[in-house]
């Protein structure tokens, strides 16, 4: 695989440094490693000597390109993180016990350490995972519970008095961003965006800006073993593209790769639809493909960020160029 560009290449010297600036002198690390799963920040595992055990969260120099989205991300995770312990304590994230920005240092997080291996994980080692999307489910419709002020993203970046204006704005910039680093895509920028204007009146349902976190695909949910062996959420993790929308534009990264709509029956999408109720009708279909849109879109522009190429992940390349086409003729007919 790959290293990301965005990626800073840390060193244990160098984390030291980060708890020290965050901490004091009086805070020194047992031991530290690299966590991998992620491909925009630097992210390690560090162990202190009173027993604490934290996430140290670092993000691109400041020379580094990035998409427009991604401009302040780790302080917009620091802002997720505080939204969430504020007004939606009951979903688990990472307590945030730091964020400092220091021109040696970079922009950095540190956050309280959950247990657990991931969803990902664990459904590759064939455990029940059917429980743990339930609650899964149910966290993110509790997530959507928090209400914002406008749509779209925070800190000056795309965004709009409403969700049509909003989501049109992000695929603006993001088909900008596919310009300026000059990726292919399966069609040309104008027509995409004379497709999503065909069909953008149906952003028009949504009336309140509910908080998404937009990235939970399975590496971004924890949890352990319960009592009875199943395993239970104990964290959603990296909020950093968080952003302020339609509800059911969660419903993409958890289902990554399938549609929502065709599978009702994901205890996912279940137990969503039972704590937070929405019908499959038309409109709701086409809002999710249009969300299945931009997310594809996302994932393809970024790929010359993170050095993904044909070369070294053509499965991926492919893949990707499969859904966004299929999505494209969707909208197309």
């Known amino acids: 695989m790959s290293v990301s560009p965005t990626q800073r290449a840390l060193d244990p010297d160098q984390v030291r440094r980060h708890l020290t600036a965050s901490f004091g002198s009086g805070a020194e690390v047992a031991d530290c490693g690299p966590l991998t799963g992620g491909g925009f920040a630097a992210v390690w595992w560090v162990r202190l000597t009173d027993g604490r055990d934290v996430v140290l969260k670092v993000g691109p120099a400041p020379h580094v390109p990035l998409l427009r989205y ?5 302080g917009a995770e620091a802002h997720y993180l505080r939204l969430v312990a504020d007004r939606a304590p009951g979903v688990p994230t990472p307590a945030l016990l730091h964020h400092g920005t220091d021109p040696d240092l970079g922009d950095w997080l540190l956050m309280a350490r959950l247990p657990g291996r ?6 590759r080692a064939g455990a029940d995972v059917g429980p743990l999307r339930a609650e899964f489910g149910r966290a993110l419709a509790a997530l959507h519970g928090v209400t914002g002020e406008r749509y779209g993203y925070d800190g000056g970046r795309a965004s709009g008095a409403t969700w049509r204006d909003a989501y049109t704005a992000m695929v603006d910039d993001m088909l900008a961003d596919a310009a300026d680093w000059a990726v292919p895509l399966p069609a040309p920028a104008a027509r995409i965006r004379e497709l999503v204007a065909r069909h953008a009146e149906v952003l028009d349902a949504v009336r309140r800006p509910a908080l998404l976190h937009f990235d939970g695909w399975a590496g971004n949910v924890l949890a352990v073993d319960g ?3 199943t395993p239970r959420l104990t964290g959603l993790v990296d909020g950093e593209r968080y952003l302020w929308g339609d509800p059911l534009m969660d419903l993409v990264s958890p289902l990554l790769f399938r549609r929502a709509e065709d599978e009702p029956d994901d205890p996912l999408v279940r137990a969503y639809r039972a704590a937070a109720p929405f019908p499959f009708d038309a409109g709701a ?5 249009l969300y299945r ?3 594809y879109l996302l994932m393809t522009v970024e790929m010359p960020s993170r050095n993904i190429t044909a070369d070294n992940d053509p499965g ?6 499969e859904l966004l086409g299929a999505e494209l003729a969707d909208l197309a007919d």
């Open 70 to 74: 991604e401009r302040d991300m780790i």
């Open 285 to 289: 279909r086409r809002r999710l493909g």
């Open 118 to 123: 991931t969803l990902w994980d664990l459904s």
């Open 293 to 295: 849109l931009y997310l």
């Open 227 to 229: 009592p009875d062996g």
């Open 316 to 321: 991926r390349v492919e893949l990707l160029a």
